[in-house]
């Protein structure tokens, strides 16, 4: 039997504009896994990292109306009597902040969005979901590049078995009901965490640190995982020796300013020169560290101002162009207003995304080709 340990998130300046449901649910990474949103209950659950950045354990996220200034985080431990030390509860909160953008600046950003587009105000758009860390933010957007949406999920779940597998202190593992059956290596640490679970069902590890994913063969790596995730192996690789090297540390550090460290184009520059990062991906990581002027243009973007916008003859030539004409006007948060339409499309066609079942996630949208390559 496991013990519990509940933690508290104040959220501060963020109290009058803060929804759960909105904060979640309205970027296609809250269906990636580790992540596990409940319709009913309107929480969210996933492994994060403690302080040492090598443990995980799993955590539940709940906002409660009786209490709206707080976020609840129960924390599911190994043992009765183990507690969290300080240094893993400020890890977590930090990361469950990360992810939910409950910062001074997030909030300002949200406040000055919703000056310059006032519908945004009225729908409580202003928050784009992310993950705990700029690294899965960053291998996340590779995933989502010339794939159909439904392996973008695939090749997320992979990630997470393969930290489970490579982790000797996982911690409470996520459970993936599925039809397919394990290796027998999952199975033998599977047993180790004596979990309940069916003979159809997979558990998952949390998402793979840049550190684990470095330390691993080279060979073995691709080998194993370039079936999986085609040409993103390599890069996938590239990226994590890359943020281990210290070799990114900036995105990191222009990320936790408070003001804006460097300018957007910059920015850019930095990551362009990484493996694997075309516009597509620089502009989905530059949502994610807090800059919103590049709207990240692939053939949903198309599709988008063809049927939104009624730019009939959008295509791969026009696109930018045309982005700018009609998202300049919100600078600098053309991605957010971009982001809340699309994410309006996706409602008014499948239903609210935070009420639709796990087992439907992989039809919200069709091929999605990104131009990065």
């Keep these: 039997m496991g013990g519990e340990w509940v933690l508290t998130l104040a959220l501060g300046e963020s109290k009058s504009s803060f929804n759960m449901e909105k904060a979640v649910c309205n970027h296609g990474?809250?269906?990636?896994?580790?992540?596990?949103?409940?319709?009913?209950?309107?929480?969210?659950?996933?492994?994060?990292?403690?302080?040492?950045?090598?443990?995980?354990?799993?955590?539940?996220?709940?906002?409660?109306?009786?209490?709206?200034?707080?976020?609840?985080?129960?924390?599911?431990?190994?043992?009765?009597?183990?507690?969290?030390?300080?240094?893993?509860?400020?890890?977590?909160?930090?990361?469950?902040?990360?992810?939910?953008?409950?910062?001074?600046?997030?909030?300002?950003?949200?406040?000055?969005?919703?000056?310059?587009?006032?519908?945004?105000?009225?729908?409580?758009?202003?928050?784009?979901?992310?993950?705990?860390?700029?690294?899965?933010?960053?291998?996340?957007?590779?995933?989502?590049?010339?794939?159909?949406?439904?392996?973008?999920?695939?090749?997320?779940?992979?990630?997470?078995?393969?930290?489970?597998?490579?982790?000797?202190?996982?911690?409470?593992?996520?459970?993936?009901?599925?039809?397919?059956?394990?290796?027998?290596?999952?199975?033998?640490?599977?047993?180790?965490?004596?979990?309940?679970?069916?003979?159809?069902?997979?558990?998952?590890?949390?998402?793979?640190?840049?550190r684990e994913i470095a330390s691993l063969d080279k060979s073995y790596f691709l080998e194993k995982y370039t079936p999986i995730l085609g040409y993103r192996a390599k890069h996938i690789l590239s990226l994590a020796k890359d943020f281990e090297s210290g070799k990114l540390n900036g995105l990191e550090v222009a990320e936790k300013a408070e003001e804006e460290a460097l300018h957007h184009e910059e920015m850019i520059l930095i990551m362009k020169k990484i493996r694997g990062f075309g516009p597509f991906v620089c502009a989905n990581v530059l949502m994610c560290i807090r800059i919103y002027e590049n709207v990240p243009a692939d053939s949903e973007t198309i599709r988008h101002l063809q049927q939104v916008h009624g730019r009939k003859n959008c295509n791969k030539k026009t696109i930018l162009k045309e982005v700018k004409e009609i998202y300049d006007k919100y600078a600098p948060f053309q991605c957010l207003a971009y982001w809340m339409e699309l994410l309006e499309y996706y409602e008014d066609k499948f239903g609210k995304l935070s009420e639709l079942p796990e087992s439907s996630y992989k039809t919200i949208s069709g091929s999605r080709l990104k131009f990065d390559h």
């Design 29 to 210: 990474f809250f269906m990636m896994a580790p992540n596990r949103w409940s319709p009913s209950a309107k929480t969210l659950q996933r492994p994060l990292r403690l302080a040492d950045g090598a443990s995980s354990v799993t955590v539940s996220i709940s906002h409660s109306p009786l209490h709206s200034h707080l976020l609840y985080i129960r924390v599911l431990l190994q043992s009765p009597s183990k507690a969290l030390s300080l240094s893993d509860s400020n890890a977590i909160l930090e990361q469950v902040g990360r992810m939910l953008r409950i910062t001074k600046r997030d909030e300002r950003d949200v406040r000055e969005f919703q000056k310059v587009h006032p519908q945004a105000k009225e729908r409580g758009f202003g928050r784009v979901f992310r993950s705990p860390s700029l690294f899965e933010d960053a291998v996340k957007s590779i995933l989502l590049c010339n794939c159909s949406w439904a392996r973008t999920l695939k090749m997320a779940e992979a990630l997470c078995k393969l930290q489970f597998e490579v982790t000797e202190n996982h911690v409470h593992p996520i459970k993936k009901t599925t039809t397919s059956t394990s290796n027998k290596g999952l199975k033998r640490k599977r047993a180790k965490t004596k979990a309940t679970d069916d003979d159809d069902s997979q558990i998952m590890g949390n998402f793979p640190n840049a």
